[in-house]
């Protein structure tokens, strides 16, 4: 039983375009969201994080929306960089959990020049 | 800046034989974790632990075995190596204090491959 599912596996974007990556979650205990960046044979990387009771965050490019009640959110790029090509992945933290995040599949976002 | 190491980053292991990946962190941080990732797949939670001489179990422990005895260094042992454990391992540490926002911080990774 997948609780959070990435349905893009791959996804690619002209440079300067928006990129949106998607996730979505079925756990209603989840309450703090995070999207981690993986380059190849390299670890991930935290990205940017949203929680439960905010529905966005921005940081520089890398805005993430929440909505509760459609249990999705999604990670925005603008403008998308070349040096943005990696695996996403969208995870989420389980309140009361030891801290442990659930990761989705990843999504490969490829930025073409 | 370290972080999280791990050794080694790659390592072949035929059927049967026993290896330990080490990890180690240098960020003080009190939580610890071990997870693999398969080709197309998210990251599973292996075990994982709260603080030196505490840990449990995650989503995928079959297999592995841990230890922490002390804050920085949180070891995985593989006993009788199969196949299915051909993965990718990542190390990841945090710092957890109440409501906290505690981000994991990984490693580099190991690739392992049992033949």
Redesign the interface.
Known sequence: DQQ?KQNS?SLSVQEGRISILNCDYTNSMFD?F?W?KKYP??????LI?I?SIKDKNEDGRFTVFLNKSAKHLSLHIVPSQPGDSAVY?CAA?DTGT?????????TRLQVTL | NAG?T?TPKFRILKIGQSMTLQCAQDMNHN?M?W?RQDP??????IY?S?GAGIT?K?EVPNGYNVSRSTTEDFPLRLELAAPSQTSVY?C?S?Y?AGVA?????????TRLSVL
């Open positions: 959070v596996p703090y995070l981690y044979a390299e670890g991930p990387t935290f994080s929680s992945f933290r030891a801290s442990k995040l659930t990761f989705g599949t990843g | 999280v791990q939580y974790y997870y197309g797949m998210g990251l599973k939670l994982y709260v449990d995650g990542f990841a945090s957890v926002k505690n981000i994991q911080y990984f490693g580099a990774g």
